[in-house]
């Protein structure tokens, strides 16, 4: 199997992906779509994903985005580890859980929405990082109270990770890059350690990027 990743290195979505490949043992090369840059409304990404964001998956020459349908499609031709629990009610809660974060909060983060709060509405990177760390903020206190309605097990649902450990530890990757205390957040600082305790995890952190490497030593 061959797969090629296009994504960027500060990618709650690519994270997910690079996270999923590696737990599942499958190799990738990443190819950086420089989103602040604008990178992703070139003609040639367009012809990749018309939605112009990260991540698409390339498997064999077929192109696949979002990033919980890449990760839906993994565990199709690759099962093993699952990453979707058996039992359907919590396969039902780890796709909610994962949720809460994919569709209820980093949309609400990515570029094209800053971009938007500057042009249209005139925010300031200021504002804009405020309102970032709100909405991430908002999302780490969404998960923190469904994490102390179970005990610790150590993953979210059990002793292996499931697309929900996923879900939350991008997340708290983007809370690095915003440099957020997540101290009011115990169960999830706990989780996020466990988490990136993996390689799969540690090497999938936006820090851990040739993408922020470059960037660092140019400022
Ligand atoms: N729901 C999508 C989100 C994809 C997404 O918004 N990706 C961001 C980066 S994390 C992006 O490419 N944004 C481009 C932009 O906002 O212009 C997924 O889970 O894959």
Redesign the pocket.
């Known amino acids: 199997m061959t797969f090629q990743l296009y994504g ?1 290195w500060r ?4 994270f997910r992906v690079r996270v999923a490949l590696a737990l599942k043992g499958l190799a990738f090369e990443e190819i950086d779509v420089d ?1 602040l840059s604008g990178d ?1 409304f070139d003609p040639a990404y367009a012809q990749v994903n018309a939605a ?4 698409t998956l390339m498997h064999d020459g077929h192109a696949l ?4 349908a890449i990760i839906e499609y993994l565990e199709d031709i690759a099962p093993q580890p699952r990453l979707l629990p058996e039992d359907s009610r919590e396969r039902a809660y780890a796709r909610s859980l994962a949720m809460i974060l ?1 569709a209820d909060v980093h ?1 609400l983060t ?3 929405v800053r971009s938007h709060l500057a042009e249209t509405f005139g925010a300031d990177p200021a504002a804009i990082e405020a309102w970032c760390r709100h909405w991430t903020g908002e999302g780490l206190a969404a998960y923190e109270r469904f994490l102390t309605l179970r005990p610790a097990a150590p993953f979210v649902l059990g002793a292996e990770p499931t697309i929900a450990d996923i879900a939350i530890a991008g997340q708290i990757a983007l809370a690095d890059v915003y440099g957020m205390d997540r101290t009011a957040f115990p169960r999830v600082t706990a989780l996020g350690a466990v988490c990136f305790s993996l390689p799969a995890f540690a090497q999938a952190h936006p820090f851990e990027q040739a993408g922020y490497r470059a960037v660092r030593m140019h400022n």
């Open positions: 960027f990618s709650n979505a690519a989103l992703q112009h964001m990260v991540p985005s979002q990033s919980l994919a949309p990515v570029p094209r």
